[in-house]
């Protein structure tokens, strides 16, 4: 799932773990994600199970998640659909307090620094 099960699925929707629903900060609003190289990936989540990620490079990519538990989110791709069916799915811990207007800085396993801002409206 390129981007989206790696680093940016455990920070671009760190959402309100403090609501009962962890993205309800992230539901019709912008979560922007900066890679360390500076290139920004533009991500919404919908209250319905969807989202989409639009790429610095034009591309577009969307599907579903679940909640697996309170704090771990699973994400299917589903348009395009992955060439390799094993990069379709990921699941990811989902942690913070965030809330529209706040940035933040994730690390991702490689130790690559992300900066996440969620901004109102879309």
Known sequence: MKHFAAAAVAVLLSAAAAHADPFSSAYGNTVTVTAPDG???INYVNQDGTWEQRE??????KGTFVW????TACFAQTDPVPS????ATGCQTIKGDHKVG???TETDEKGQAYTITIT???
């Not at 610095?56 to 990519?61: I, K, L, N, R, Y």
């Not at 390799?84 to 990069?87: L, R």
Request: hydrophobic share 25%; proline share 4%.
């Open 39 to 41: 290139k920004k990936q």
């Open 56 to 61: 610095a490079d034009g591309s577009v990519m």
């Open 68 to 71: 697996k538990d309170a704090t």
């Open 84 to 87: 390799d069916p094993s990069k």
């Open 102 to 104: 706040d940035t933040w």
């Open 120 to 122: 109102a409206g879309r």
